[in-house]
């Protein structure tokens, strides 16, 4: 099972095995260079992190600075200080286990939104718990008792009583549906379970 501890551990083995390797007697560089003890397991290793991040952290803030991280790395010949900023960034997912995602350009750009693992979840509580708002402030309670007969009536099958709850629900008034519709999508909570 890959862990985000896995992957930290196992970073820390490619960061330990990396080796600085001088220049030749008589040359000059500007800059140093270094080599990994096996490509293959670096590779690996790199790959694995991005798609774990991608699935457990979709759009996540520091994605983009884990994958600048590995760019930074690679170009400057596997320089240990990039290595231990892609460490760092996996240690922060670590502590704070949560998603934090940036809002687009055409949102305010100080604000974000953060998702953790109970997210759905939770969406979906609230979501339904509008839903259910929406629709209590849009009938009476013997406008409720009505439709529920309906659908007790049809002995819970539901697309048995749609045809039936739609006929009762225009009876008490034309506008009852748009209504309800309009309710529930002016409620800000609504979009952010459609992520916008």
């Not at 083995?13 to 390797?21: E, P, R, S, T, V």
């Not at 600048?68 to 922060?92: C, D, Q, T, V």
């Not at 350009?105 to 839903?131: E, G």
């Amino acid at each position: 099972m890959i862990t985000i501890e896995n992957l930290i551990n196992e970073g820390e083995q490619i960061l330990n095995g990396i080796k600085y390797i001088p220049p030749p007697p008589n040359v000059l560089r500007g800059y140093k260079v270094y080599q990994l003890t096996d490509d293959r397991i670096y590779e690996s290793w790199k790959n694995i992190v991005i798609r774990y991040l991608s699935v457990n952290y979709a759009n996540d803030v520091s994605i983009a600075g884990f994958r600048n991280a590995i760019s930074e790395f690679e170009r400057k010949h596997y320089s240990p200080s990039f290595m231990k900023k892609m460490l760092g960034i996996l240690e922060a997912y670590k502590t704070i286990p949560i998603s934090t995602v940036e809002k687009s350009d055409s949102q305010n750009k100080a604000s974000i939104v953060i998702n953790n693992t109970n997210s759905q979840t939770q969406n979906q509580t609230q979501s339904c718990d509008m839903i259910i708002k929406s629709i209590e402030e849009a009938f009476t309670v013997s406008q409720l008792k009505e439709l529920k007969q309906i659908v007790n009536a049809q002995n819970g099958d539901l697309e048995k009583a749609k045809p039936k709850l739609i006929e009762k629900i225009k009876s008490f008034g034309a506008d009852m549906a748009p209504s309800i519709v309009a309710n529930i999508l002016t409620n800000p909570s609504i979009w952010a379970v459609f992520g916008m």
